[in-house]
């Protein structure tokens, strides 16, 4: 009886969501192609802070942390609430700035962001070019490692096998997308974010009315002293206070991918930025509570083979079905909000930036704009889902990393210190291409810790960026404002 009711409780959010897709069509329909792209620039403070905080809180924090808690320790929980503040910091002291920029420059997309601020002609287009292919391939990474989380999640839920949900999820996420593009997103991340706090609440009061804190540290201790008092940061570094440097990271996560940074060239003008982020570390703060349910998982079933099955478990097996039910759909919403928000941007990237990089001498109609717009998102949506049946195991924290931390590392040069100290565009090509070779290299061929390995790439991209545009400004001068020209 209860997979029935879990059947209809899909049903009729799918049934939500594709509706508030078809809602803001209206706005992605528009003639300039920033409707689809950017909403139109119309997003307001309060569903600005929940798309970003449900964006960036997603299978990670509910499916991955909770395994990566399970079988590293508290490490996790510590890593979670470092992402409040630095989310919050990012809203207030980087959001304005980069939304001034591009505004002046006239970007629709992070990877035009990046090309209109540093050079124009063949230059221009190659940086505009290179910025959306390495986007695109390290966000398809991301997206694979999104899709399987929901697949693991709805198919213990529903009793089917995880190709099949996965399947089920990611053909819902194409068809809002599809309709209503970054407001689409927008708005669904905003119910998406309720339906995940509530699911915290609710999993947090359960855990701790059927075991004290005090109770879980005991029988945690009892088990292995190193869950709560580890002797390094693994797998984030090798060193103890490596964990500290999760805040800088999760800055930097915040402030300059392309899927997260592109809500803030979308906010409305004269938005009050401390109210978005304000907002947005109460919401954040909350929902870091979530990995207590890895530490939760191991007193009570300490034997599990796929740590990333810890969330999936746990709600099989602790909280009533009808119950289960209703925060699996607030769990799938966590995972929707990340995996849209993905699909949205490397179609972006494709049907618009890809497009202008190296069609730029072809004209299109608004209508065709959107067709391929559009066309981009179901093929990419379900080119995710294919990548996903054919990788190999992976932890789904890991994968996230890999292709999140990477790309920071790419872009780190010439958004975060561009935005405030311009370089040139050789300087910005050179930094892409070094820092995302070196955080790549590091995280698939060392040790050297999931948040140690980015920030060592995000450096040598920092460095890259000053020092080869000061080497180079006599050949290549930086862009004058008079020489852009807004689209």
């Known amino acids: 009886m209860w997979k029935v009711v879990n059947w209809v409780l899909l049903l009729a959010v799918c049934c939500e969501m594709i509706w508030l897709g078809i809602k803001s069509s209206r706005v992605a329909s528009s003639d300039d192609e920033s409707g689809f792209l950017l909403a139109g620039r119309s997003l307001g403070p309060f569903v600005s802070a929940c798309t970003i905080v449900a964006t960036g809180y997603s299978g990670w924090c509910f499916v991955g942390s909770p395994g990566v808690t399970y079988h590293y320790g508290a490490i996790e929980l510590l890593a979670n609430f470092f992402f409040a503040p630095a989310i919050a910091f990012a809203v207030m002291f980087f959001a304005g700035a980069m939304r001034k920029r591009a505004a002046q420059v006239g970007s629709l997309t992070v990877p035009e962001y990046v090309a209109r601020h540093h050079a124009v002609g063949k230059l221009g287009k190659l940086i505009q070019g290179v910025a959306a292919i390495i986007t695109i391939l390290l966000l398809m990474v991301f997206l694979t490692s999104q899709i399987k989380a929901v697949g693991m999640l709805t198919a213990q839920w529903l009793g089917i096998p995880i190709n099949w949900a996965a399947f089920v999820i990611i053909s819902m996420i194409i068809v809002y997308t599809t309709f209503g593009g970054l407001q689409a997103v927008a708005w669904t991340d905003t119910v998406m974010i309720c339906g995940m706090m509530f699911a915290t609440v609710v999993v947090c009061f359960q855990m701790f009315t059927d075991i004290s804190p005090s109770e879980l540290v005991s029988q945690l201790n009892a088990i292995d002293p190193k869950l709560l008092n580890p002797v390094d940061s693994t797998p984030y570094g090798g060193f103890k206070s490596a964990s500290y440097l999760i805040l800088p990271y999760a800055f930097m996560f915040a402030a300059v991918l392309p899927y997260m940074a592109v809500r803030f060239i979308s906010m409305r003008p004269g938005i009050k930025l401390h109210s978005v982020g304000l907002m947005s570390a109460v919401f954040a703060i909350i929902l870091s509570m979530i990995p ?196």
């Open 292 to 487: 207590a349910v890895g530490l939760y998982m191991k007193v009570k079933v300490p034997g599990l083979e796929v740590a990333d099955n810890a969330m999936p478990q746990y709600l099989n097996t602790f909280l009533h079905p009808a119950l289960a039910g209703i925060i699996t759909i607030c769990i799938l919403f966590a995972m929707k909000s990340t995996a849209d928000s993905l699909l949205h941007t490397v179609s972006s990237a494709v049907s618009y930036d890809i497009r202008n990089a190296f069609f730029s001498h072809r004209e299109f109609t608004s209508h065709q704009k959107l067709k391929i717009n559009r066309i981009c998102v179901v093929t990419l949506g379900f080119t995710g889902f294919l990548m996903m049946l054919f990788a190999p195991p992976f932890f789904l924290n890991f994968m996230g990393i890999l292709g999140t931390g990477t790309l920071q590392s790419v872009l780190i040069g010439p958004i975060l210190v561009g935005t405030f100290w311009k370089g040139n565009g050789v300087g910005a090509l050179a930094s892409m291409v070094l820092g995302g070779v070196t955080t790549g290299s590091l995280l698939l061929g060392t040790d050297l810790g999931w948040v140690v390995a980015p920030i060592t790439g995000d450096i040598v991209g920092i460095v890259t960026y000053f020092v080869v545009s000061m080497a180079t400004f006599g050949v290549q001068p930086r862009l004058r404002a008079d020489q852009i020209t807004v689209a």
